[in-house]
């Protein structure tokens, strides 16, 4: 696997490689032991789905506070996307700065995002699936949106809001600036990889 650590250096970009022949191909996208050597360890304790009908559909921004902050690893089994994670830990460097990463059916990319960050995505193609792994479950009374359109943040989403299709919940969202972070910033290091895999360094974050 070909791993990307990110301007925000906790979250990762994950690309797997695809085995091929005249039947197509063969993809792993998990694998305990040769993420452990990357210094990924989560529990998974849930998977998840959703499909999105038409371009436009925006969802997000998301989040669980603690004692149920999630992290999750994301990726498109149809479709493409544009997906945001917006560091929002307690003492972070990188506090209110935010990530866009596409991630595609036909590329494969994952998204590996911590407990303690916004999560949103932006769907880029008709019928799109997108599939997650995720680390805690889902608890109502402990979740919260932030405005997709927050100005503090100033997250270019790449296509004019009256284009957007977006959930009452999620217009409703909250001011970041009354967001409180329930998530501390521990500031982590990644273990050597196994071989023939890889830490890539990309290019800066945008920022607030």
């Not at 925000?8 to 032991?33: C, M, Q, T």
């Not at 929002?88 to 595609?104: A, C, F, Q």
Request: aromatic fraction near 10%; charged fraction near 25%; charge should be negative.
């Amino acid at each position: 696997m070909e791993i990307t650590s990110l301007a925000i250096p906790d979250l990762l970009k994950i690309v797997p490689h695809r085995h091929s022949d005249a039947r197509g191909y063969f993809v792993e996208f998990w694998n305990d032991v040769s993420m452990a050597q990357a210094g990924l360890t989560p529990r998974f304790i849930q998977d998840a789905a959703s499909v999105s009908r038409e371009v436009g559909v925006l969802r997000g921004l998301h989040f669980q506070h603690a004692p149920f902050a999630q992290a999750k690893l994301v990726r498109v089994s149809r479709g493409r996307i544009r997906d945001i994670a917006v560091d929002v830990r307690k003492g972070s460097p990188w506090y209110g700065r935010w990530i866009s990463e596409e991630l595609t059916c036909d590329g494969g990319e994952m998204l590996w995002i911590p407990r303690g960050f916004l999560h949103g995505f932006l769907v880029l193609e008709a019928e799109t699936e997108v599939v997650y792994k995720i680390d805690n479950l889902y608890n109502p009374d402990k979740a919260v949106t932030v405005r997709f359109d927050d100005p503090d943040l100033a997250i270019d989403w790449g296509i004019p809001r009256h284009s957007l299709l977006i959930s009452e919940n999620d217009i409703s969202g909250i001011a970041l600036k009354s967001f409180v972070p329930s998530v501390e910033f521990i500031e982590q290091r990644l273990l050597p990889l196994a071989p023939g895999a890889q830490h890539l360094v990309s290019s800066p974050c945008s920022r607030v």
